[in-house]
């Protein structure tokens, strides 16, 4: 069961209980008083294409909401090319119908290679960074069209009310690392933490891997998004960004230190 954080300085006692009351059959009510809903309970009217993958709910001034994730991959085509999706869908669970908030959607249309759009679930969360009941929902998901191990496109998006939208793009840490076997160690480039030009240049140049294209494995491209946004949206994403990078970045170290520790355990077998 994954989490969704709401960051709140204080949640009144009534919306706890509102949340307590409400019927599923998988439930989780994490720490901050956030309530997790297993997406077989989503209610009728909530329409969202693909197979889901997660739903929340939680509650705010507006009242009960509920996040919706789905994901979808097509059949190749005759001509061998494949299509990906994925959709999130904010509700407001009032009155007798749900009510659509907004919907998120992005595709990769007719891919010769692997298609593929993926939610990382650790990367939703719903907040209240300007502690006036409103929440913030942030999602986030890879999206790509390789036929090797290499980096894909990564978004990390910021949903506010009906049209409010703001986004990091960039790369994550997939195939940004790779074992070599001479040295016995994980080669290449570092997980950056600053993604400024500047930042990322100096990075490029103390590498000596001239000519790499910006950004870089774990950086986003630039903060046009947020130029007139709360500075607090700007100050969360930056944080959000590297933290999921570095889980990113720490998982695909292990997966490949993985295979070598099993082979100096065989080797080692009387």
């Given at each position: 069961m994954n989490s969704v954080q709401l960051l709140r300085s204080q949640l009144r006692p009534a919306l706890m209980g509102l949340l307590m009351t409400m019927a599923c059959v998988t439930c989780v009510h994490a720490d901050d008083g956030v309530a997790l809903t297993h997406i077989?309970?989503?209610?009728?009217?909530?329409?969202?294409?693909?197979?889901?993958?997660?739903?929340?709910?939680?509650?705010?001034?507006?009242?009960?909401?509920?996040?919706?994730?789905?994901?979808?991959?097509?059949?190749?085509?005759?001509?061998?090319?494949?299509?990906?999706?994925?959709?999130?869908?904010?509700?407001?669970?009032?009155?007798?119908?749900?009510?659509?908030v907004w919907m998120l959607h992005d595709d990769v249309q007719h891919c010769e290679f692997d298609a593929s759009l993926r939610f990382d679930q650790s990367a939703t969360k719903v907040t209240d960074l300007l502690r006036d009941g409103n929440s913030q929902v942030t999602v986030g998901y890879s999206r790509t069209c390789t036929s090797d191990v290499s980096p894909n496109e990564f978004k990390l998006i910021m949903r506010v009310g009906k049209s409010g939208k703001y986004r990091l793009r960039g790369l994550d840490r997939v195939g940004a690392s790779w074992w070599d076997e001479d040295a016995g160690a994980l080669r290449g480039m570092p997980l950056p933490t600053d993604c400024s030009v500047e930042a990322q240049q100096k990075l490029v140049s103390q590498y000596k891997e001239q000519g790499t294209e910006l950004p870089l494995?774990?950086?986003?491209?630039?903060?046009?998004?947020?130029?007139?946004?709360?500075?607090?949206?700007?100050?969360?994403?930056?944080?959000?960004?590297?933290?999921?990078?570095?889980?990113?970045?720490?998982?695909?170290?292990?997966?490949?230190?993985?295979?070598?520790?099993?082979?100096?355990?065989?080797?080692?077998?009387?």
């Open positions: 077989d309970q989503v209610p009728e009217g909530v329409e969202v294409p693909g197979k889901q993958v997660a739903a929340y709910t939680w509650d705010d001034r507006q009242g009960k909401n509920l996040l919706v994730l789905a994901e979808q991959v097509s059949e190749r085509e005759d001509d061998g090319t494949q299509s990906a999706f994925v959709y999130a869908a904010q509700y407001l669970l009032t009155g007798d119908h749900p009510k659509r494995p774990g950086c986003y491209g630039d903060e046009k998004d947020f130029a007139k946004a709360p500075g607090d949206y700007l100050v969360f994403m930056r944080r959000h960004w590297f933290a999921l990078m570095q889980k990113q970045d720490a998982d695909w170290s292990q997966s490949l230190a993985q295979p070598q520790e099993a082979a100096e355990d065989v080797e080692s077998a009387p």
